[in-house]
């Protein structure tokens, strides 16, 4: 554990904010017509499982959802010692024509989103990619913005946020270490 | 030149010897063997305090590659790496470019060791023309010029009929038979020996019966000839088992072990290191065993090193491609100095395996510090460390599996024909 | 977390069974990228890999290919001639002069065993990967012949494995079984007693069986080897037909397996000798699905010697 951790959003707040997320995503995109979600493992992947439940909820109908693993797409691997383990991408489904919903836990420096929206080229031509996160904590690196926010967090640099699962991929809640 | 050998443990197994003696050496013989010696005027002193004093070693079986193949050894540089570890007289094998099959390469070979080497050089011919297995060489000649004994070594005498009747007309000629025991056929594209460690290399094994079977024949044939044999190079339990029932029945053969087969096993070949890799190759836990109870019970007469030298370039290849062989000219003393601190050999039954019994069985004239012998004489240091590295060896080549390691026991000074001809590391 | 730092793949007997298992979850996960329409990722973009194949093979070197091809690396393949009468660069000399093309990774098949690590001691920047090296090892069908059996189990610890034939020329025989072992499975072997190599109980959990119907009783995987013409000569076994009579594969014996059992060749069959053509062609051959997973472990290979920073 860091030497000061600060609790940001509990269980609650989280559910919350997810429950706001998905409704702005069913309205920017006018309901779930050819929406998909594909979250970035491990944390996305888990949050988009929780936004693809509230808006099953919501609209009473589900949305597509898949995972996508970026450790083979990453700018970093030289420095990487040794190599990371590769998690599974599963996207059993067409991007082709798609509204994409990437959905991430913490976005920070943008290169995992940069190296997540090289991964869906790969896989297809969507019509679009939109960007939901739980949390912004700033310091971009690269020019890439998130369309859905659950919560902006100044940070430095030294800081670290980040968002706890417990055993069954639930999300706890997010914590600033400083 | 006068020498007086001081204050050393004189050992000398011919006169059942074994004492703090001084030994005084004039005109290049040993003329006394007493307690309290004055040196004669002008007599150099040498102090053998601590150390022991025996007659010149004597390694029957050293390939010194010249004439012909020099890149990797010559007769200077391997008669220096023969003194260097104690040995005065070495006998010659004949795979050199020319073979010594005739007594012009004889004739080369002792005078020039007798001009620029460092210790004696007795040369073994060939038992066949060309050691092309097929018809014999001339044995007659080969002794007159200075053989002491004839060999294919490197090779077996495969035809059994040639074998037989070699043994048949050396023994006529009155010259002794060295065999390379090994059976061809089983041996095959074989690397190492066949065993555990060969299977988890995945290298191809040469099962230990190709030495047995070879071993067995020439036995037989010496016996059934009346011949005397001498099995070189013993590395099985087989072999030893085989002689010792041989010379039981009466047998004539006298056979010999190298130091690498009473202290390594197949698993220094792990990693594939070629400085590993020789013929016969290293065998197992249970040889190793065997070897040193034949050495112990008197099966095996002689420790002789089979030196043989090879470039960096034939070794620092694959290993199915590295050449066979290991130098050991100066590393045989300190291992074989193991033998008697384990317990094997006594320090007696040791200088016989290196000195006596290779003389006698080669009629040399050798291993004696009789008053009137050749001053041909040892001391050694048994304290003596040190380590083996490229830099401390004397030989052109350095393929030796102790490379890097710490050996106990050196020559502290070998004297030949009363000559000091080393003076310690 | 699993690491691994090891800059060469030469011997599975060389690797953890942690090693082993990452190598595998690794190529479970990248085989998505060989099924989508990009088959490409570009984890190895820059990298510069060297196919040395001294002996003939076009499914191994092939496969490595599209591996490295597949990460997006820059692959090169080099097939120098070995015969002995036109006695060509030693290997030595070879590393030599590929040094200066500054390889990352070398894949190198080569006929005498331990050639590798003679290799990577002469290049100590490079990564070095065995495919093939004499009768030693042949890690990368090792690993794709585990992964398989995982594919149809979920799991390797408890399997009943039987490898049939010429065990002792086989690289194949002792990857699988110093893999198989390590992940805690049981291997039987039977061959003829001319082809069965001294202590290879010893390897691990391996038992010699003295028939063919032992060794396949009950098995889970029945693994039958290309009995090699080219490297025994004439004085193993009298011929062929005596040798599918003994240790053939057909769907007589193949009964006495499981009846979900796998059955498995490292390939080229020869039909009718080691199995009959009905068992090659029937629903229990997994051998199509071995050529499968071959590129998913050979880029998991060369992803994970990549690794880092190389001492």
Known sequence: ?178 | MNLLIKGGRVIDPSQNLDDTLDVLVENGRVTQVGKQLAAPAGAETVDATGKYVVPGLIDMHVHLRDPGLEYKEDIISGTRAAAAGGFTSVCCMPNTKPCIDNKAVVSYIINKAKAEGCCNVFPVGTITYGMSGDRMAEMGELKESGCVAVSDDGKPVCNSELMMRSLQYAKGIGIMVISHAEELSLVGQGTMNEGFTSTELGLKGIPRVAEDIATARDIMLAEYTGSPVHIAHVSTQGSVRIIRDAKARGVKVTCETAPHYFTLTDDAVRGYNTNAKMNPPLREAADVAAIQEGLRDGTIDCIATDHAPHHQDEKDVEFAEAMNGIIGLETSLPLSLGLVASGVLTLQQLIEKMACNPSNILNLGRGSLKAGSVADITVIDPDKSWVVTEASLASKSKNSPWLGQTMKGAAACTILGGKIVFNGR | ?311
């Open chain 3, 1 to 311: 977390m699993a690491e691994f730092k090891h800059k060469d793949i030469i011997a599975l007997r060389d690797l953890t069974k942690e090693e082993i298992e990452l190598l595998l979850s690794t190529a479970e996960n990248m085989r998505e990228i060989n099924s989508r329409d990009i088959k490409k990722v570009p984890t190895l973009r820059g990298r510069t890999i060297i196919n040395l194949f001294y002996e003939a093979s076009t499914r191994t070197r092939t496969s490595f290919e599209i591996a490295g091809k597949r990460l997006s690396a820059d692959t090169v393949n080099i097939s120098p001639s070995t015969s002995s009468a036109t006695k060509g660069e030693t290997l030595s000399d070879t590393a030599l002069n590929l040094l200066a093309m500054k390889p990352d990774i070398i894949v190198m098949r080569h006929a005498v065993s331990g050639s590798h690590y003679f290799l990577s001691k002469r290049l100590p920047n490079c990564s070095i990967i065995n495919a093939g090296d004499g009768a030693h090892e042949h890690p990368s069908q090792g690993l794709l012949d585990m992964l398989t059996m995982k594919d149809k189990f979920g799991r390797l610890d408890g399997l009943k494995v039987a490898i049939v034939g010429d065990i002792t020329h086989s690289r194949v025989a002792r990857s699988n079984i110093q893999g198989l072992t390590k992940l805690g499975s049981s291997v039987f072997l039977a061959g003829p007693p001319t082809m069965m190599p001294p202590g290879v109980e010893k390897l691990g959990n391996v038992t010699v069986c003295g028939t063919m119907k032992e060794a396949i009783q009950d098995a889970d995987v029945v693994m039958m080897l290309r009995i090699q013409q080219e490297r025994q000569g004439k004085t193993l076994m009298p011929n062929t037909r005596e040798y599918s009579r003994y240790f053939g594969l057909n769907p007589e014996n193949v009964k006495l397996a499981k009846p979900d059992a796998m059955v498995m060749h490292p390939g080229p069959i020869n039909r009718g000798v080691e199995m009959s053509s009905y068992v090659v062609d029937g629903d229990q051959s997994h051998i199509l699905r071995q050529v499968e997973n071959g590129v998913a472990v050979r880029m998991s290979m060369l992803y994970h010697v990549c690794g880092g920073e190389l001492e």
């Open chain 1, 1 to 178: 554990m860091a030497a000061e951790t600060t609790v940001l959003l509990d269980g609650a707040g989280i559910k919350r904010a997810l429950t706001r997320i998905s409704h702005e995503i069913l309205e920017r995109n006018k309901g779930i017509a050819d929406v998909v979600l594909i979250g970035i493992r491990s944390g996305g992947a888990y949050l988009s499982d929780e936004i693809a439940a509230a808006i099953a909820a919501i609209e009473g109908d589900s949305v597509p959802v898949g995972a996508v693993d970026i450790t083979l797409y990453r700018d970093d691997i030289k420095s990487h010692a040794p190599h990371m383990p590769v998690g599974k991408t599963e996207i059993g489904f067409s991007l082709e024509g798609k509204r994409v919903i990437l959905v991430d836990d913490v976005l920070f420096t943008g290169r995992t989103i940069r190296a997540a929206m090289d991964a869906l080229m790969d896989h297809g031509r969507p019509q679009c990619i939109q960007l939901a996160v739980l949390i912004d904590r700033g310091h971009r690196e690269l020019p890439i913005r998130a369309d859905f926010v659950g919560r902006n967090v100044p940070t430095s640099l030294k800081e670290n946020v980040a968002v706890l699962f417990d055993d069954a991929h639930k999300p706890t809640e997010v914590v600033l270490e400083k």
